[in-house]
Nanobody
Framework: QVQLVESGGGLVQPGGSLRLSCAASGITFSIYSMGWYRQAPGKQRELVASITTGGITNYADSVKGRFTISRDNAKNTVYLQMNSLKAEDTAVYYC??????????WGQGTQVTVSS
């Protein structure tokens, strides 16, 4: 059974930092591209950042220079380091795994709230 379990969300003040983690099980983690998505109330889910099996990263324009995605294949974990957080970063953040021909998987989400 595939599981993606996010952690690290919470309440943080504007300008603060958080690091999200997503631990994967039930898949051969190293062969999956990984991503972080977010969904704010009343808005569509959007891609925040992604990382390929080879470590190539991609970011939404709104988070470039502030967020960093990384992966540790030995720990089957992908991370999202979020710095200089803004109120508009408030959302539920979801971990996503995908590989062509093998389908894709989602985590349950973790809430990030940026507020003073």
């Amino acid at each position: 059974q595939v599981q993606l379990v996010e952690s690290g969300g919470g309440l943080v003040q504007p300008g603060g930092s958080l690091r999200l983690s997503c631990a994967a099980s039930g898949i051969t983690f190293s062969i999956y591209s990984m991503g972080w998505y977010r969904q704010a109330p009343g808005k569509q889910r959007e891609l925040v950042a992604s990382i390929t099996t080879g470590g190539i990263t991609n970011y939404a324009d709104s988070v470039k220079g502030r967020f960093t995605i990384s992966r540790d294949n030995a720990k089957n974990t992908v991370y999202l380091q979020m710095n200089s957080l803004k109120a508009e970063d408030t959302a539920v953040y979801y971990c996503h795994a995908w590989r062509s021909g093998r389908g894709d998987y989602w985590g349950q989400g973790t809430q990030v709230t940026v507020s003073s």
